[in-house]
């Protein structure tokens, strides 16, 4: 029943759900088909197709218009209604937040008081006392604002409350009733003993200052200055994720686990391969899949021009045991494929092709063109058999008059393969609920 309001209350989401099903239904390809191609998953277009969520961003609909052969003005209109769907989504979700809890100001503690006087405020604006006008002499001027304010605390100290200016004759008969101060004291022979010495001792310091001001100090070396500062470099004009726990085919892939299989939990999704390997302390067995996302940040494209793999760390192969994710399935992989042999001396990526239900999905060299509205996928597997391998890749790109090179890794840390020769391998029974000693050697492709 939500759903249904949420459509009525919302119809560009409804209409961008029915041009997204009827593309899929044109398609005649399945969920999981089409969402592997446009870089999502399968749950997640049905939900874009049944109109329970709006894309948040257009990339994904626009590579699925382009995949069913719809022409550049028809991706327009869906590009349109896409932001209308959008637009209704960030207002609807903008009037939740304004008529949540807290939305009416509130009347901060003590803020009602905040313009009623202090005690004794009243006595500092009060008129001149009355004696002084019934004497008939003008009024003394105001005093300033800082005498005003030390009036108080004079008599706090003990001295004489605050008046009122007095008349000049009031003024005279006071000063011929105060008590004439005391003669100086004089200074004691000790005091005039020294005083000489010591203004000599400062007209020599002074000396040495100017001495030193004027020819500096011989025995300390001249410091250098301190370099300016480095303007850091602009960022470049795309955006990239990197993601290294994809398995092949969706499900084939293969770790290196120190702990005993008994210890080890049931193989987990794709998705959540990451946790359960960081959980273990797992290593990627035989071959890593690194797929690296990049979107560019405007309408200018920017081309990529080189990928190269650095290794930056080698060692023995990891010790351990292999679990495999699975005993082998099949599916399509659609992304820009590189292959990477990381025992070589100079590895070096390879474009690959793929296959897509049967049909091969031919190898496609750099350079490619990445903008605002046409990202690109790459996918890197690294592998080895030899070595305990910690590698990087670097992004060459140019675009814009400008250039550079982009280091992808994992999060700041280099990527890790292992390769697994002698190592057993164990498959998880799901009958019994047990990992159990796997039929094939650990140097064999995983997921085979």
């Not at 686990?257 to 960081?278: K, L, N, T, Y």
């Not at 005993?327 to 990526?349: E, H, I, K």
């Amino acid at each position: 029943m939500v759903g249904e309001r949420e459509a009525d209350e919302e119809p560009a989401r409804e209409a961008l759900a029915e041009r997204l099903r009827e593309l899929r239904e044109g398609s005649g390809r399945t969920y999981a088909s089409l969402a592997r191609r446009i870089g999502v998953s399968a749950s997640t277009l049905h939900r874009y197709c049944t109109g329970r969520t709006v894309p948040a961003e257009f990339a994904p609909v626009e590579r699925l218009a382009r995949l069913c052969g719809r022409t550049g003005e028809e991706r327009q209109t869906l590009h349109r209604l896409w932001l209308r769907a959008d637009a209704e989504r960030v207002e609807r979700q903008e009037g939740a937040g304004a008529a949540g809890p807290g939305a009416e100001g509130a009347v901060a503690p003590g803020a009602e008081g905040a313009g009623t006087a202090g005690p004794g405020t009243e006595g500092a604006g009060s008129p001149a006392a009355p004696g002084a006008d019934q004497a008939g002499s003008p009024a003394a001027p105001a005093p300033p604002e800082g005498l005003a304010s030390a009036q108080p605390v004079a008599g706090a100290l003990g001295g004489s409350p605050p008046s009122t200016a007095p008349a000049p004759s009031a003024q005279v008969q006071r000063d011929e009733h105060r008590p004439v101060p005391a003669p100086p004291t004089p200074r004691s022979p000790v005091v005039r003993r020294w005083v000489p010495p010591l203004a000599a001792c400062a007209a020599v310091a002074a000396l040495a200052l100017v001495l030193i001001a004027a020819f500096g100090n011989p025995s300390r070396p001249d410091r250098p200055e301190p370099p300016p500062p480095v303007a850091k470099p602009a960022a470049p004009p795309f955006t990239w994720t990197v993601d290294d726990h994809v398995w092949r085919y969706g499900c084939g892939h293969a770790y290196l686990v120190a702990p005993p299989p008994s210890a080890v939990p049931p193989p987990p999704a794709e998705a959540d391969a990451e946790a359960w390997a960081r959980g273990l302390g797992a290593v990627h067995a035989g071959e890593t899949g690194v797929r690296i996302t990049l979107q560019g940040t405007g309408e200018q494209a920017v081309v990529l021009e080189a990928l190269r793999i650095r290794v930056v760390a080698r060692r023995e192969p990891a010790d351990g045991r292999v679990h495999r994710m699975s005993s082998g399935c099949g599916g399509a992989l659609t992304p820009r494929m590189f292959d990477v042999d990381l025992d070589a001396q100079r590895p070096v990526a390879r474009s690959v092709p793929g296959n897509d239900t049967g049909e091969p999905i031919p190898a496609v060299s750099l350079p490619y063109r990445v903008s605002a509205s046409d990202p690109e996928v790459l996918l890197v597997t690294g592998r080895t058999a030899r070595c305990d391998c910690d590698w990087v890749a670097e992004l060459r790109w140019s675009g814009g008059g400008r250039s550079g090179t982009v280091r992808i890794d994992d999060g700041g840390q280099p990527f890790r393969t292992s390769g697994a020769p002698g190592r057993p391998v164990h498959d998880y029974d799901f009958t019994t609920g047990r990992w159990v000693t796997g039929t094939e050697e650990a140097d064999a492709s995983p997921g085979s």
